[in-house]
């Protein structure tokens, strides 16, 4: 089992900058890749970056060159630095980890989401 925590959402003026984090606790070992995704209202759930256990990042079109996904191996915790913030990044952000394990059996962690909302 892995529990998934994220912090750091809130209310950022369009061109501001938040940094998401999201510390992972429980059996991280055998965790592959973590990333997070987002959910806008209307929309379907979308990935938004993701990073391997061998350091490997992928972003989605829509955030490169302003988001990025790094990770504090020490404090178990990946983060996503967000910068020129546009109201149309306004959507909860969920941290996903996968796993798996010793059988090759995948498992599939979500946090409970932070809600980030960019307006003037």
């Known amino acids: 089992q892995v529990q998934l925590v994220e912090s750091g959402g809130g209310l950022v003026h369009p061109g501001g900058s938040l940094r998401l984090a999201c510390a992972a606790s429980?059996?991280?070992?055998?965790?592959?890749?973590m990333g997070w995704y987002r959910h806008a209202p209307g929309n379907q759930r979308e990935l938004v970056a993701v990073?391997?256990?061998?350091?490997?990042?992928h972003s989605a079109y829509s955030v490169k060159g302003r988001f990025t996904i790094s990770r504090d191996n020490a404090k178990n915790t990946v983060y996503l630095q967000m910068t020129s913030l546009k109201p149309e990044d306004k959507a909860v952000y969920y941290c996903?980890?996968?796993?798996?394990?010793?059988?090759?059996?995948?498992?599939?962690?979500w946090g409970q989401g932070t809600q980030v909302t960019v307006s003037s």
């Open positions: 996903n980890a996968d796993q798996v394990d010793g059988l090759g059996r995948l498992y599939d962690y």
């Open positions: 429980g059996s991280i070992v055998s965790i592959n890749v």
């Open positions: 990073l391997t256990r061998g350091g490997s990042t």
